[in-house]
């Protein structure tokens, strides 16, 4: 999907810029502007540079168009700071939100649950072993910056001394905070999802809606100025099928407006056969067609001519209650030249439209 493709670039540079700023946190640790030890900076930023250069090289090898780079990309980010976390401890907490605002640009469930479970299982490393390879996370009011055990041996209880009920208690409030804290984040992602996912969904019927016809489904004339003042001028060269349908009065007249409507909609049909990428067709309004085909032929044109007929043809066969006709007139020439190809087209159009059973605009 060309939006999870989008979020991958955007998510890449988001990887990027964690490593850079992990990197300018260990630069101010190393001078002296952050109160942390620099053994325990080195000791969580040697691993993490290592890790995010390597999958970095990973994908600018591999590229961001397949579906697991974005488990890798989420992955990565969850592990870089869950082991900032161990290591730094209460530094991090904010952190944590990182990892569930790159996977709310994917807008699914299931990657945001990915988030959140990888999330809560590594908040249990942290806390753990935080505890003892990490900055003193138990008494952050004495200015902490260096390991428990730095502070003599009576500053440091370890968890296996003490009771089950006691270590349950220190899971528990050091753990559950930040745990619901990571709750709290997946909630938000959620919404952004949902509510990132319905705006590119009323985008989406919106930018439908502006650039093709109501009644048939095929381009409009909206698309057909946009395309000739701004794509077409860029192709070599264009042909252009000018299409009108016969008899559309008649039918409205004598049958009613419903049954043209049914003529119009049978006449666009008959031409989405042929369309492709390079291939378009458009309702200029009322009963016109243009179908402009890109570095295209004669002989293409006469052969896409030749079929559409046997199409058109078969189709009128399995109608009883009107014939679906249309006049048609083609014209190639270089794309810079678009509105003098479809003028051509038009006026070898209106000479076929004469000579088929004496039908008039």
């Known amino acids: 999907m060309g939006y999870e493709v989008e979020a991958n670039k955007y998510n890449f540079k988001c990887l990027m810029m964690t490593l850079v700023a992990i990197e300018i946190i260990w630069i101010f640790v190393e001078v002296g502007w952050f109160v942390v030890a620099k053994h325990i900076m080195r000791t969580a930023v040697i691993p993490i540079t290592i890790m995010y250069v390597v999958v970095i090289s990973i994908l600018l090898v591999n590229g961001l168009e397949s579906k697991w780079v974005k488990y890798v990309i989420i992955t990565t980010e969850i592990l870089g700071i869950h082991i900032m976390g161990t290591m730094l401890t209460y530094h991090v907490v904010l952190f944590y939100g990182i990892p569930f605002l790159m996977a709310a640009h994917y807008q699914g469930k299931q990657i945001s649950m990915y988030t959140l479970?990888?999330?809560?299982?590594?908040?249990?490393?942290?806390?753990?072993?935080?505890?003892?390879?990490?900055?003193?996370?138990?008494?952050?009011?004495?200015?902490?910056?260096d390991r428990m055990s730095s502070y003599g041996e009576l500053a440091v209880i370890p968890i296996y001394s003490i009771s089950w009920v006691t270590q349950l208690k220190v899971m528990l409030y050091f753990y559950f905070p930040r745990a619901i804290l990571?709750?709290?984040?997946?909630?938000?992602?959620?919404?952004?999802?949902?509510?990132?996912?319905?705006?590119?969904?009323?985008?989406?019927?919106?930018?439908?809606?502006?650039?093709?016809?109501?009644?048939?489904?095929?381009?409009?004339?909206?698309?057909?100025?946009?395309?000739?003042?701004?794509?077409?001028?860029?192709?070599?060269?264009?042909?252009?099928?000018?299409f009108d349908v016969n008899g559309l009065k008649t039918i409205n007249d004598t049958l009613g407006h419903e049954m043209g409507d049914a003529l119009i909609k049978s006449a666009a049909?008959?031409?989405?056969?042929?369309?492709?990428?390079?291939?378009?067709?458009?309702?200029?309004?009322?009963?016109?067609?243009?179908?402009?085909?890109?570095?295209?032929?004669?002989?293409?044109?006469?052969?896409?001519?030749?079929?559409?007929?046997?199409?058109?043809?078969?189709?009128?066969?399995?109608?009883?209650?009107?014939?679906?006709?249309?006049?048609?007139?083609?014209?190639?020439?270089?794309?810079?030249?678009?509105?003098q190809v479809v003028k051509l087209a038009d006026d070898r159009m209106y000479k076929n439209k004469i000579a088929m059973k004496g039908f008039a605009r």
Not at 135 to 145: E, G, P, R, V
Request: glycine share 8%; net charge negative.
């Open 117 to 145: 479970g990888l999330s809560m299982i590594g908040m249990i490393f942290v806390v753990i072993l935080g505890y003892y390879v990490g900055i003193c996370d138990l008494n952050m009011i004495a200015f902490t910056k």
């Open 182 to 242: 990571l709750i709290l984040f997946e909630v938000m992602t959620l919404s952004i999802a949902e509510s990132g996912r319905k705006m590119q969904e009323r985008n989406m019927v919106a930018e439908y809606e502006s650039t093709h016809d109501e009644m048939t489904g095929v381009f409009n004339k909206n698309k057909y100025i946009y395309m000739v003042k701004n794509e077409y001028p860029k192709i070599e060269s264009v042909g252009v099928i000018f």
């Open 269 to 339: 049909k008959s031409l989405t056969y042929f369309e492709t990428e390079h291939n378009k067709i458009y309702r200029m309004g009322g009963d016109e067609f243009i179908f402009i085909m890109e570095n295209t032929t004669e002989d293409k044109i006469e052969s896409m001519l030749k079929r559409w007929k046997n199409i058109l043809d078969a189709a009128n066969t399995e109608r009883t209650d009107f014939k679906c006709e249309m006049a048609s007139g083609y014209a190639i020439g270089p794309g810079k030249d678009i509105e």
